[in-house]
């Protein structure tokens, strides 16, 4: 898959540029704040319709405009395609894929996939569990739009589910209309666990042997381990949500659920949030990435494109060359805050861009 060209309008402090892309490596050099995160968010903003790092739609629009428009000519191996994503200060979100606009979200995703690595993948093993949901989530939704709308429907359920226990505080007469929503926790959460169960059983996979090959032989292993009840199936885990009302109430929130998953990280069959340093720390976190992309080439057929925000500086060499092996038939983009391309990337000849005050010109 690949962009040809982006097209990014008041995107935060992007006014308007158009960026030419090259099929294989692009590289965004710049200084602090001139907007090549901006860049990479604004590509992320035709695959998944909204921002990766979590901003609200509003927040995306340039201080002093109006609207944001991104615009991209893209390609797979189901032809060419195009993907305008307008988002208005007022009124609604507006997405359109070769000129149709689009009812559902689930009709843009697929249309262009993206692997996202960014500094905070780096630390996806030793922080708190949010960052191992949305390594799952955003790759997932991308790849299986059965995943996508059990999400949804879990996300909505859950947030009415949550209002109602908060309600129930003051009103405990309320408390047996939670059935309804359990059903529908049931419903989507089951399908939730099952699609992260075979998904992080094939990266994990996967993992394994490219971090032996990047670390000379460490093992990593990792596993997903939902709630026990969640492996119970839907009788287990509508059992254990009724059980937990009365914590639940107490916590103002839903203590059951996919919502609060996780997938531990072993080092040679030790803990490495514990016992791991920040080296095979950071290692882990890389081949879980790289692995991550190899996943989604096999079940796209073709890769995906690889969108790398800062994480080359983060690296020591040795791990710096491990990265760029992966990008060969893969179209990359990477950024970095210095102003040349780094050297290790140099004999891969890339289309490289001074990235200053929002402005994008080749180098
Ligand atoms: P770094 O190397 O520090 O990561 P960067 O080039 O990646 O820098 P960006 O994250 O792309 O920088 O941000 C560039 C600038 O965009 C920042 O100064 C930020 O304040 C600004 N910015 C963020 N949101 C908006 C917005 N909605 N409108 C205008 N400018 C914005
Ligand atoms: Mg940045």
């Not at 893209?74 to 997405?95: A, D, L, M, N, T």
């Not at 800062?310 to 491990?322: A, F, G, H, N, P």
């Not at 990477?334 to 891969?348: D, F, G, I, W, Y």
């Amino acid at each position: 898959m690949r962009f040809n060209n982006l097209l990014v309008e008041n995107y935060r402090n992007i006014k308007k540029a158009s960026v030419r892309l090259s099929n294989s490596l692009n590289v965004f050099c710049g200084g602090n704040a001139q907007g090549k995160t901006n860049f990479l968010e604004a590509a992320c903003l035709c695959c998944i319709g909204k921002s990766y790092r979590g901003a609200k739609d509003r927040e995306l629009i340039g201080f002093d405009s109006e609207y944001a428009r991104v615009y991209s000519a893209c390609e797979s191996r189901s032809g060419p395609r195009e993907v305008c994503v307008f988002i208005p200060r007022e009124g609604k979100k507006h997405i359109e894929v070769s000129g149709s606009s689009i009812a559902k979200m689930s009709e843009l995703l697929g249309v262009i996939v993206c692997t996202i690595f960014s500094p905070d993948d780096l630390k996806l093993v030793k922080e708190g569990p949010s960052l191992r949901r949305r390594f799952m989530d955003i790759e997932l939704c991308q790849l299986y739009p059965g995943y996508f709308s059990a999400l949804v429907q879990y996300e909505r359920a859950l947030a009415q589910r949550n209002s109602l226990i908060r309600q129930c505080q003051d009103n405990p007469a309320l408390f047996h209309s939670i059935d309804a929503w359990d059903e529908q926790l049931v419903k989507h959460g089951i399908k939730i666990v099952s699609f992260r169960t075979a998904y992080c059983e094939a990266v994990f996979e996967e993992a394994k042997s490219v971090h032996a090959d990047i670390s000379g032989g460490e093992r990593l292993s990792c596993s997903y381990q939902p709630q026990t009840a969640l492996l119970e199936g839907e009788k287990g885990f509508l059992r254990a949500l009724n059980e937990s009302r009365r914590e639940d109430l107490s916590h103002g929130a839903t203590c059951i659920g996919p919502h609060r998953d996780d997938f531990f990280v072993l080092l040679n069959d030790m803990d490495i949030r514990i016992f791991g340093s920040q080296g095979q720390q950071r290692t882990a976190a890389l081949s879980l990435k790289v692995a991550q992309l190899h996943h989604a080439t096999k079940v796209l057929g073709e890769p995906p494109v690889f969108l790398l925000d800062d994480v080359l500086s983060e690296l020591d060499e040795k791990r710096q060359k491990s990265l760029a092996e992966n990008f060969d038939g893969v179209q990359s983009f990477l950024t970095c805050a210095s102003e040349s391309t780094p050297s290790v990337l140099r004999k891969a000849n890339p289309f490289a861009y001074r990235v200053q005050d929002g402005e994008f010109k080749e180098i």
